[in-house]
């Protein structure tokens, strides 16, 4: 966990989508996520966390429902949001912390 607290902890907003590839919803975020991170580039770092690789974090952070998206800053969680969105209204949400 060391890794993640070094992830999180930048001045660029961490934009992170917890996932599995067996959950509908969250494989329809995938493009999305893409879309989020084309538009703000290097203003954002989007990184998909598979839960089913990453138990302990998982359980750290109580993602209990997928998608689990989550914004970081300087080490501080800044937004949570379980279940699908629109790609404008997660970066109207980054645009908020960059």
Known sequence: ?????????????????????????????????????????????????DINKNIELAEALRVKSLPTLIIYKRGEMKWRHSGAQEANYIIDIIQHYV
Do not use: R, W
């Open 1 to 49: 966990m060391s890794k993640f607290g070094e992830l999180i902890d930048g001045q660029v907003p961490v934009l992170l989508d917890f996932y599995t590839e067996g959950n509908v919803e969250s494989t329809a975020m995938h493009p999305i996520l893409k879309d989020v991170a084309a538009a703000l580039g290097d203003k954002v770092k989007v990184i998909k966390i």
